[in-house]
């Protein structure tokens, strides 16, 4: 399992009976795992019926090809809010997908990886 935290802002962000959820978006024409990550606060009722869980101590799920890259990382989840719009956000990498997809490590030797 993946070594996620969430801050207190996240977890005092999410409502009653919602998940953050990473989802995947394909980007690559060519090759159905070229993509990249989205955070979002989702209903646990509209969950995915493939979505994995990520966490077995937070709230936590991800999309079948996302949970196969962030399987065993520590990822921090923040919220920021944004007027009144909840933002969730990770410390993933921006290109974070791509690496994923190109075989290249998300974190450097300073992670523990």
């Known amino acids: 399992m993946s070594r996620i935290t969430l801050t207190p802002a996240a ?3 999410l409502r009653d009976g919602e998940v953050v ?7 690559g024409l060519c090759c159905a795992d070229a993509g ?7 209903s646990r009722a509209r969950l995915p019926r493939r979505a994995r869980p990520l966490s077995r101590s937070e709230p936590v799920y991800a999309h079948p090809i996302a949970w196969l890259h962030l399987a065993d990382l520590p ?9 009144r719009w909840r933002r969730f956000t990770s410390d993933l990498p921006p290109d974070a997908g791509l690496r994923c997809c190109l075989g290249r490590p998300l974190y450097g030797p300073l992670h523990g990886r």
Do not use: G, N
């Not at 959820?21 to 980007?27: E, K, L, N, S």
């Not at 990249?36 to 989702?42: D, G």
């Not at 990822?75 to 944004?82: A, M, S, W």
């Open 36 to 42: 990249e990550f989205s955070v979002r606060a989702l």
């Open 75 to 83: 990822v921090t989840i923040d919220c920021r809010p944004l007027w």
């Open 11 to 13: 977890r005092e962000a």
């Open 21 to 27: 959820f990473f989802d995947w978006h394909v980007t």
